[in-house]
């Protein structure tokens, strides 16, 4: 009598498919459309919690112009019989797409697609993605409708601002736990609209919001102040990520900042010399905490044949270890994981790592 794996019964499939790396996933479900259904089952992600398999697992937001779906999820996977990575595209929601960029978080194991312009008009939709299972869901929708906002994440909340202009609106935070929306007032009715564009940071108990003009506020137990020293030393369109409570900026050419809490000044990672050389001539940038290390992505074009241009986005996951009063970084890998001729591609515009 043949073997088949099939014949398996689901429990003990799960156990079998938890003790295989996620990054094998997108290609296991290509076998069997039994494979794909036990894969994206909650009875396998208790099963990896339960055997201790969990693991840090890569999310990348591509931008794509002039198209009906403008913003792309992808995920890191593993080549078959290879050590090489590759982007894969995830399934998308079967709802009208935001022709203006929404705002996108994470926390936990579930993806937030924020507000947007949807058919001309600024949205209050809130769309959720489970990375467990990749399906798509409606959150609870925002308290006004914001067709170009900003986020970021704190303590499980997410805080939004942008597209509103009253203090009373300017900025309203979503409690993933409790499903509840409720406003947090702004500075004052003359910050609230001297700003069209923000960067939000969410970092040691604090929000910190900085619009393009430059002005730099802190929110912390309910009151707004201007920002200490160290966070207006962050520029506007620098990627900046958290881990374990350490604040990291990327420059160009991928070096990179930390912030010594401690001796309140920013200092240089060290160590990874080779790969600052070979990020030279990048587009684009950014960075996120992967499971207590850094996943940095940046996008490269080359010229293909004197005719197209390609533009390939390379990825780094790199170790960073604290050696006294220095920071030391060591690539782990770095690799082209994704490559395009595809000119709408806008191509990098959120990275994150999932626990699954």
Same mark, same amino acid.
């Given at each position: 009598?043949?073997?088949?794996?099939?014949?398996?019964? $689901? $429990?003990?499939?799960?156990?079998?498919?938890?003790?295989?790396? !996620?990054?094998?996933?997108?290609?296991?479900?290509?076998?069997?459309?039994?494979?794909?259904?036990?894969?994206?089952?909650?009875?396998? =992600?208790?099963?990896?919690?339960?055997?201790?398999?969990?693991?840090?697992?890569?999310?990348?937001?591509?931008?794509?112009?002039?198209? *009906?779906?403008?913003?792309?999820?992808?995920?890191?996977?593993?080549?078959? @019989?290879?050590?090489?990575?590759?982007?894969?595209?995830? &399934?998308?929601?079967?709802? *009208?797409?935001?022709?203006?960029?929404?705002?996108?978080?994470?926390?936990?194991?579930?993806? =937030?697609?924020?507000?947007?312009?949807? @058919?001309?008009?600024?949205?209050?939709?809130?769309?959720?993605?489970?990375?467990?299972?990749?399906?798509?869901?409606?959150?609870?929708?925002?308290?006004?409708?914001?067709?170009?906002?900003?986020?970021?994440?704190? $303590?499980?909340?997410?805080?939004?601002?942008? *597209?509103?202009?009253?203090?009373?609106?300017?900025?309203?935070?979503? $409690?993933?736990?409790?499903?509840?929306?409720?406003?947090?007032?702004?500075?004052?009715?003359?910050?609230?609209?001297?700003?069209?564009?923000?960067?939000?940071?969410?970092?040691?108990?604090?929000?910190?919001?900085?619009?393009?003009?430059?002005?730099?506020?802190?929110?912390?137990?309910?009151?707004?102040?201007?920002?200490?020293?160290?966070?207006? !030393?962050?520029?506007?369109?620098?990627?900046?990520?958290?881990?374990? @409570?350490?604040?990291?900026?990327?420059?160009? &050419?991928?070096?990179?900042?930390?912030?010594?809490?401690?001796?309140?000044?920013?200092?240089?990672?060290?160590?990874?010399?080779?790969?600052?050389?070979?990020?030279?001539? =990048?587009? =684009?940038?950014?960075?996120?905490?992967?499971?207590?290390?850094?996943?940095?992505?940046?996008?490269?074009?080359?010229?293909?044949?004197?005719?197209?241009?390609?533009?390939?986005?390379?990825?780094?996951?790199?170790?960073?270890?604290?050696?006294?009063?220095?920071?030391?970084?060591?690539?782990?890998?770095?690799?082209?994981?994704?490559?395009?001729?595809?000119? !709408?591609?806008?191509?990098?515009?959120?990275?994150? *790592?999932?626990?699954?």
């Amino acid at each position: 009598m043949t073997f088949n794996i099939l014949m398996l019964p $689901d $429990d003990l499939l799960y156990n079998c498919l938890a003790r295989v790396s !996620r990054l094998h996933y997108p290609i296991i479900s290509l076998v069997a459309k039994r494979f794909r259904t036990l894969l994206t089952s909650s009875e396998l =992600y208790q099963t990896r919690t339960f055997t201790g398999r969990t693991e840090s697992c890569i999310y990348v937001c591509l931008s794509v112009s002039h198209d *009906s779906e403008p913003l792309r999820l992808f995920t890191l996977c593993q080549r078959p @019989n290879s050590t090489r990575k590759l982007l894969v595209p995830v &399934s998308s929601p079967h709802y *009208s797409h935001p022709k203006f960029w929404p705002a996108v978080a994470h926390v936990g194991t579930n993806v =937030y697609v924020i507000g947007g312009l949807i @058919n001309e008009i600024a949205s209050t939709r809130v769309m959720v993605m489970d990375c467990r299972s990749h399906t798509w869901s409606e959150a609870p929708s925002m308290l006004v409708p914001r067709q170009s906002p900003f986020v970021c994440v704190l $303590d499980g909340k997410i805080y939004v601002v942008g *597209s509103q202009y009253d203090k009373a609106t300017w900025m309203e935070a979503f $409690d993933t736990k409790t499903g509840n929306w409720e406003f947090v007032s702004g500075p004052s009715e003359e910050i609230c609209k001297i700003g069209t564009r923000y960067r939000c940071i969410g970092y040691g108990g604090k929000v910190y919001v900085t619009a393009e003009t430059g002005n730099t506020y802190e929110w912390h137990r309910g009151r707004w102040r201007g920002a200490p020293l160290f966070i207006h !030393r962050i520029n506007f369109n620098v990627p900046v990520c958290v881990i374990d @409570n350490v604040l990291y900026r990327c420059h160009h &050419s991928c070096m990179i900042d930390w912030y010594d809490s401690q001796e309140n000044v920013w200092g240089r990672v060290k160590g990874f010399e080779g790969l600052v050389k070979l990020t030279s001539a =990048y587009v =684009y940038t950014i960075a996120a905490n992967h499971g207590g290390k850094m996943v940095i992505l940046w996008e490269k074009k080359v010229v293909v044949n004197r005719v197209h241009l390609e533009t390939k986005i390379w990825c780094a996951e790199i170790t960073l270890e604290r050696r006294g009063k220095e920071m030391w970084g060591t690539p782990d890998w770095f690799q082209v994981v994704f490559s395009t001729t595809n000119e !709408r591609f806008n191509l990098l515009s959120h990275v994150f *790592s999932a626990i699954l």
